[in-house]
């Protein structure tokens, strides 16, 4: 159209009187709005006149003294970007007095959907945008959950207590072989495509165990017998579902230079080691410690089952709740973003991970959108149920987050603040009691 409308901000100048407009809304959907706005001539002299008078003040034509340029030459030399500004200025800033003036919360800037302009007979335009929808909801007394009870085995603390052990692991170097089956090896790695059919790959100084069950087991299969100071050549084909995507059916010709070899080795699981972890004086105190651990980490798995089938059952009896597509854009972009970080973390770049993050984002699509249901089906329950989060609890939530985190109270208060996570932590505790609450009524 050759127009648009800026994402919201604070107007450049103030928009007109609201009741110059004529305002009306139309309800496409529960979460869509079409907004149609008429502005009166009156309204298009002043904005022409305040577009005008900025043009003539900073123009530059030869002949002519900065700011003293007829009005008639400004107006033929940048007539059509003159109308396009006022245009412009007068869509987002009628939009924005329109939509304050009824009360509606955009879930994003508007998108100008049609408009007429006529500097005599006046400027009209449409515009849609989603809102968060009204939900009258129901079913949610009376539920009937199933508790899962989890329990916590001899075997499961055995496993816990290994997994300690494991990240107390020493490395130490071998000498006067070659690789073995669970030596761990850092090596330089490169690889190149058959035919050209991917980027080239490189990872110095690269550290892995040989024989894992890792991304890349054909690889290091070529790897035993070789030494440190050692280089190897050699081809790998990948099956076409391997689960690295950039991998899957392609043929990687690796070049990998051995630097050092080492092996894993745990320490012993007696007393001593339970002091070194902080577990109390002796080896059955840590089991122990180990076991309450993880009795309270079964206990949240199983609240969280619980919570599971309650939205599980509140999405059911409740179908027709429409979830704004800009809300389940957001939803798909965080767990985008999650990943990235997860990625970062472990030191992966994302441009050479083979994931293919448009499918991702279409994988997630329809979970995103249950979600923001069950979301909007939780806040509709807050809402007729009368339900809030008190200072108090704000408060307790925070003080537990920053011991969590071993941060003072007011530091982590000011950072959330800024962040705008405070509010976020507020919907997800005031979510928290909505289900406490049907869980206090439901069916066990």
Avoid at 43 to 58: L, P, W
Avoid at 71 to 87: A, L, P, S, T
Avoid at 412 to 431: D, F, P, V
Wanted: aromatic share 6%.
């Amino acid at each position: 159209m050759g127009v648009r409308i800026p994402p919201f901000a604070p107007a450049a100048a103030h928009p007109p009187r609201q009741r110059a407009m004529k305002i009306s809304v139309t309800d496409l959907s529960p979460s869509r709005r079409s907004l149609s706005v008429e502005v009166p001539p009156a309204a298009i002299d002043a904005e022409y006149e305040k577009a005008y008078k900025s043009y003539a003040s900073r123009v530059r034509i030869p002949g002519f003294r900065q700011g003293k340029v007829p009005r008639h030459i400004v107006v033929q030399r940048f007539g059509k970007e003159i109308e396009q500004d006022v245009v412009e200025t007068l869509i987002r800033n009628c939009s924005i007095s329109a939509i304050k003036e009824k009360g509606l919360a955009p879930l994003h800037s508007p998108v100008l959907k049609d408009y007429k302009f006529d500097k005599g007979t006046g400027l009209s335009f449409v515009a849609e945008f989603e809102v968060r929808p009204q939900v009258d909801v129901t079913g949610y007394r009376d539920i009937k959950v199933e508790p899962k009870k989890i329990e916590v085995t001899d075997a499961d603390v055995t496993r816990a207590v290994e997994k300690l052990r494991e990240n107390r692991a020493r490395f130490e170097g071998v000498e006067g072989r070659g690789i073995e089956q669970g030596d761990f090896i850092l090596a330089d790695v490169k690889g190149v495509f058959d035919e050209g059919r991917g980027e080239p790959l490189s990872q110095p100084e690269a550290f892995f165990e040989v024989g894992s069950a890792g991304p890349h087991p054909e690889l290091t299969d070529e790897l035993r017998g070789m030494t440190a100071g050692q280089e190897r050549q050699f081809g790998v084909s990948y099956p076409k579902d391997h689960p690295t995507g950039a991998l899957a059916g392609n043929r990687v010709v690796f070049t990998v230079r051995v630097k050092e070899i080492k092996t894993k080795r745990l320490p012993d699981l007696n007393d001593e080691f339970a002091r070194e972890v902080g577990a109390g004086s002796s080896l059955d105190e840590l089991r122990g410690k180990v076991r309450e651990e993880l009795a309270d980490a079964a206990a949240a798995r199983e609240r969280s089952e619980t919570r599971r089938q309650v939205i599980e059952q509140l999405l059911a009896a409740n179908p027709d709740v429409e979830a704004p597509e800009a809300m389940v854009d957001d939803q798909v972009e965080g767990y985008v973003e999650d990943m990235l970080r997860a990625m970062a973390a472990e030191g992966i770049d994302p441009e050479t991970s083979g994931v293919d993050f448009g499918r991702v984002r279409a994988e997630q699509r329809e979970p995103a959108r249950r979600s923001v249901k069950a979301v909007l089906l939780l806040d509709a329950v807050a809402d007729k149920e009368s339900l809030e989060v008190t200072g108090e609890e704000l408060n307790q939530a925070l003080d537990r987050e920053a011991r969590s985190r071993r941060q003072s109270v007011e530091a982590l208060r000011a950072r959330w603040e800024k962040e705008g996570r405070l509010e976020a932590l507020k919907r997800h505790l005031l979510r928290e009691k909505v289900l406490d609450l049907i869980l206090g009524t439901a069916n066990i």
